[in-house]
């Protein structure tokens, strides 16, 4: 029982730690002059992913790079599946409203150059800088597009645009009334928290693992997976209760391509991920064909129905008592 609570307490522990570090990088850089948009694009992204970023590099440098690649795998296929199918059976999600094409299209190139790598048997460092290479580009393209959807709209509010600061855009996490000191408490807790949390968890997990018979793989693809999943599934929740459709995709669309650009990214840069034969045969293809379950809600412009929800949240269940078995 006690591997259990303490992997409990480690995902706790990074979530809550992850959530401090944005607080404290989103208000630093903007009391600093750093603009809202650059900081929604870059320091909110990689603060919300920094659990599983953790969890990747701590589980390499620990001698368990399967967890790793389990954890960015399983998260990926669990967003598509869970984190779009249980929000669906509560509310019907409207996504026939939503523009999504354009990152969803970086989102498959991603999945695709990802498995392209995934062949060569391991991510290393050339893969490493193949997928960060990738990431900078969509950064940048997000970025340009930010600024010239910026620049169209206060061309077509002139006049309120004269009486408004531009940086002043909506960031999460953003408090301008936030004190220096509760800003360097946020960091402070943040960058402690992460650590700790991720070598809770990836210790305990192993732990597990080894407990049933399992392999680190399947802990990741499973258990720390739907860990780090879920602050995914709690705001794709809310922005489904609030008929907020294009929140809820672009939260997953933009989650996804992220784990799969950045965490094996920047943890090639620590050590290498060997990739086990059950990546290649099974997992990688599921998340792929998970991705591509999608294209009717992307392109076609129709609503995830209650219908839909309960069919991919199935899937879902399915996925891991096979995996599991």
């Known amino acids: 029982m006690m591997p ?15 959530d401090a570090l944005v607080k404290g ?10 603009p809202a948009l650059i900081v929604s694009l870059t320091i909110v992204a990689f603060g919300t992913s920094a659990p599983e970023l953790l ?10 790079p399967g967890l790793a690649l389990g954890n960015v795998v399983g998260s990926n296929t669990a967003n598509i599946l869970l984190v779009l199918g249980v929000p669906a059976i509560l509310s ?6 939503c523009e999504t094409r354009k990152t969803y299209n970086f989102m498959l190139a991603g999945s695709v150059l990802f498995i392209a790598l995934a ?3 391991t991510f290393d460092l050339v893969a490493g800088l193949a997928l960060l290479a990738s990431l900078s580009y969509v950064l940048f393209d ?19 645009a ?17 004190p220096w000191w509760q800003i360097i408490v946020f960091l402070v807790l943040g960058l402690i928290g992460l650590p700790l949390g991720a070598d809770l968890l990836v210790d305990n997990a192993s732990i597990i693992a080894a407990r049933y018979g399992v392999s680190d793989s399947v802990i990741g693809l499973t258990l720390v997976a739907l860990g780090t999943s879920l602050p995914e599934l709690a705001t794709t929740v809310m922005a489904a209760l609030r008929k907020q459709a294009d929140v ?25 991920i060997p990739v086990d034969r059950e990546f290649l045969v099974f997992d990688l293809w599921v998340m792929l064909a998970a991705s591509l379950l999608i294209i009717p809600f992307v392109y076609f412009k129709r609503d995830i129905t209650r219908i839909w929800g309960i069919a991919l949240t199935a899937l879902y269940l399915i996925y891991v008592v096979v995996v599991l078995s």
Not at 25 to 34: D, E, I, P, Y
Not at 55 to 64: M, R, Y
């Open 25 to 34: 990088a989103v208000n630093l850089s903007l009391r600093v002059g750093v």
């Open 55 to 64: 969890i990747s590099v701590n589980a390499v440098l620990e001698g368990k």
């Open 119 to 121: 062949m060569r048997g």
């Open 162 to 178: 004269q009486n408004a600061d531009p940086d002043e855009d909506e960031v999460e996490g953003a408090d301008p009334d936030m």
């Open 92 to 97: 019907v999600l409207h996504t026939s409203a």
């Open 4 to 18: 259990w609570l303490l992997s409990g307490l480690g995902l706790v522990i990074l979530l809550l730690a992850g």
């Open 142 to 160: 997000a970025f340009r597009d930010a600024h010239n959807h910026r620049k169209e709209a206060n061309g077509a509010a002139a006049l309120a």
């Open 248 to 272: 809820a995709l672009g939260n997953v669309i933009g989650s996804n391509m992220f784990n799969l650009l950045a965490i094996i990214g920047i943890t090639t840069l620590v050590g290498e």
